[in-house]
């Protein structure tokens, strides 16, 4: 009677291990993702949270659960992303020591050695203008016949004055002599004007 009691666990064990092992009647075993870098986590972070600034908490709280070992780096990211604004720091402080308090030493490092990054603008493309060197001569004379005119622009329809500057140029000497008066002369047939009525 004893050896019946015991045949019928081993046979209950054998159904077990059969149905176990059997695939079509066992559940699937559900796969571990794969391990996400903390280099990834941390820019899914920090583009999130750029990209939604009030989800700051939430966000941040996902990647300590998906990735604790990385709490430092987590934190340096948040921080990075919010400009290191005291009042959103010390949310990101709080929230990681609430959810990985293991990871205290690794937090509180991060916040006191924490930089803002330097932000390397690009070199700026310098154009080099160069001039032409022309020869110091005289501005070109008009030769004989030629006239020299004032350009006029063609999409206008007056033309702008041009203040024009004039030099006094010294006279040639000129002779002067003096004339006598003549003889005076006597109008005496000159008809008189009748007086108007």
Partial sequence: MQSLPLMRLISIVCCLLVLAVSPGLSQPVKSTPAAVSCETLCGELFTSIRMEPDKLIMRLEEALVIHEACAGEIVTAAMDAVNAEPGRVRK?????MDLAPARAAVITAAVKNYTSPVV????EEHEEVRRAV??????????DG???RRAELPLQTRSIPIVEVRRAEPAAAMEFSEQQPGPSVKLTDVPKAA???
């Fill in 92 to 96: 990101i402080v709080e929230t990681a």
């Fill in 120 to 123: 390397v603008a690009a070199a």
């Fill in 134 to 143: 022309l020869p110091a001569a005289e501005p070109p004379r008009p030769m």
């Fill in 146 to 148: 030629e006239q020299v």
């Fill in 195 to 197: 007086p108007l009525k």
